[in-house]
C-alpha cells in the first residue's frame, strides 16, 4: 500500500489542468452496452474506478483500448450477463450495468452493492425504477437477478429523492424499452445531462435534459456513440478549496466553471478571489477566510462531494461554521482525523460545527473514503509540519495524478510505500 507524505504550509502557484468527470465517465463507459459498434469516448480519466468498469466490461466479454484520454469500447460479443460480487464490491458504480444489460440482454444478474463508508446507500429506486419498466426482479444470494420478457415497457418513474446512477440506470433501460418513460425528480447533475447526450448521440429519444423531469421515447436500436466526457466539477472544486487553505495563485484550466455554482458563490463569500471564464477559473487567496455554513443539496445544490474539502477550508476560517449532510448519513469519517492534525470540530446530529484556528498542524493520518482523502490532502497542504496519510488507494480512485499535478504546484508531496 502507499502513502504520501506532504511538507505543508507551501504556497501553492501555477496552473492546473482538469480531467474528465469519472463520475461523468463510468456511466458513459456502461452505455457502451446498448448497441454494437466501435463507440469512442474522449477525456476519460485514467483512474482506478474507471479501470474497475473497463475490468467489468471484459468479464462481460466487451474490447476496450485507450488512445491517451480517448477510450474506444466494442460489446458487440457480449458472452456474460453477470457482475460479480468481487467488482462490484471494488466499486458500487458497478450497479450503473443493471439498466444496459437488461436492456440489451432482456436478463442480468448483479450483485447488491452492500453499505459503504459514506452510508448504507441502498439501490431500491433503481430496482422500482426497473419493475416500472416490466422487469421482473428476484433477490438470491447477494445478487439481484432482472428479467424483461421480450422487452422492457415504458412507465413512469418516480424518485422520493433525485438519485443520480439511479436516473442514469432508468435512462439506459428506458432507451431500448417500448413506449415512452417518464422520470420524474430525476437528478439534474451535470454528470446526467452528459449520458443524455452520449445516449441522443445514440439515437435515443430524450426530452427534457438538465430539469427534473426525463421523457423518453424508445426506440428498437442505437448506434455506437462519440461523446466528450465532461471535466471533473469536484476535482475543479478539489484545487480551488486546496488554494483557499493554503494560499497562492492558481490557474484551474480546462474545467467547466457553470457547474460550480453554489461552490463559486460560497468561496467568493468566504473571501477567495475567483475570476471565471467559459473553460477556467483563477483563484487567489488575499486575506485569511470568513467562516460561512453550508448544506449539501443535490444539484445545483452544494455537492455532498465537496463537503469534507470545505470543512477543512472552514478549520482555518474566521469565527464559526456549520456544515450539514443531508445526501449521506454517515459522511463525517473525515472529522476525527482532521482533529489529529488540531481542528476544532464538533458534530451535532447530521451537521458538524467548526470553529476556525489559526494552524493545521502535521498528524498520521488515514484515508477512510475518496472525498475524505481528498479533504486530508487539503489540509494537509496547509498545515505546518509533515503529514502522513495512510490507504490512499482511495484518492488513486477519483484524482487523476494528484501527486503530479499538486507538485507542478509547487507542493511539496510525495507517494511512498507503506
Ligand atoms: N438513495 C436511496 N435509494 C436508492 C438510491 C439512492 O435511498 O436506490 C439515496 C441515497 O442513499 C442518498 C440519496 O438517495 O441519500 C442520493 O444518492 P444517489 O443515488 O444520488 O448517489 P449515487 O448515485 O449512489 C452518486 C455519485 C456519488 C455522489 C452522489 C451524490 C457516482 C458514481 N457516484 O452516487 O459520488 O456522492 O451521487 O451526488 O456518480 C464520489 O464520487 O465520491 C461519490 C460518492
Redesign the pocket.
Known sequence: MNKLIIEGAHKLQGEVRISGA??AA??LIAATLLARGWHTIHNVPDLRDTRTMLALLETLGAEWKRESSTLLVNTDSLNNFEASYDLVKTM??SI?VLGPLLARMGKTRVSLPGGCA?????????LQGLKNLGATLALEEGYVTASAKKHLTGGNVYF???????TENILMAAVLAKGETVIKNA?R?P?VSNLVDMLISMGARIDGRGTDRLTIQGVTRLKPAEITTIPDR?ETGTYLIAVGTAGGEVSVTHCNPSHLPSLIEKLRSAGLIIKESENSLFVSRPAKVQSIDIKTQ?YPGF???LQAQLMVLMTLANGLSVITET??ENRFMHVAELKRMGAEIKINGNSAIVKGIKQLKGARVMAT???ASASLVVAALAAHGVTEISRIYHLER?YEDIVGKLQALGARVRKEQE
Open positions: 469519472k463520475n463510468l456511466p458500487r458504480a450503473l459514506i452510508g448504507a446507500r441502498p439501490i431500491d429506486f433503481h422520493d429523492v433525485p438519485s443520480v446512477t439511479g437528478a447533475e454528470e469536484i443535490p455537492p455532498t462531494d445526501i449521506f473514503d475518496l472525498r477519483g
